[in-house]
């Protein structure tokens, strides 16, 4: 089992920059693929940002593509989310998630991960 925290949100402005931390205990993260997802205030579903697999491919959300960045460094079993040209409405609770299955190609269904962080508030005003 791993446990998973994030860090590094918070509030910027739009057009500004944050980077997200996921760090991992218990087990190496190199044994999982990871993805991020965000949850926008007001009841809105959980929905896919971005997922790295165990070779380091990436894949993401049309929303983010050319604007945030998924990384890994299984040295020091963390997943990173560089944000960049931050828009308000990427204002959401953002978790990270590990995927343990063995898979083709990364999953973008959050009922697929297996493991989830508390999540770290990001607010972008305009």
């Known amino acids: 089992q791993v446990q998973l925290v994030e860090s590094g949100g918070g509030l910027v402005q739009a057009r500004g920059s944050l980077r997200l931390s996921c760090a991992a205990s218990?087990?190496?993260?190199?044994?999982?693929?990871m993805g991020w997802f965000r949850q926008a205030p007001g009841g809105k579903e959980r929905e896919f940002v971005a997922a790295i697999s165990r070779s380091a491919s990436t894949y993401y959300a049309d929303s983010v593509k050319g604007r945030f960045t998924i990384s890994r460094d299984n040295a020091k079993n963390t997943v990173y989310l560089q944000m960049s040209s931050l828009k308000p409405e990427d204002t959401a609770v953002y978790y990270c998630a590990a995927d343990a299955a063995r898979r083709l190609r990364v999953e973008t269904r959050p009922h697929e991960y297996d493991y989830w962080g508390q999540g770290t508030q990001v607010t972008v005003s305009s």
């Open positions: 218990g087990r190496t993260l190199s044994s999982y693929a």
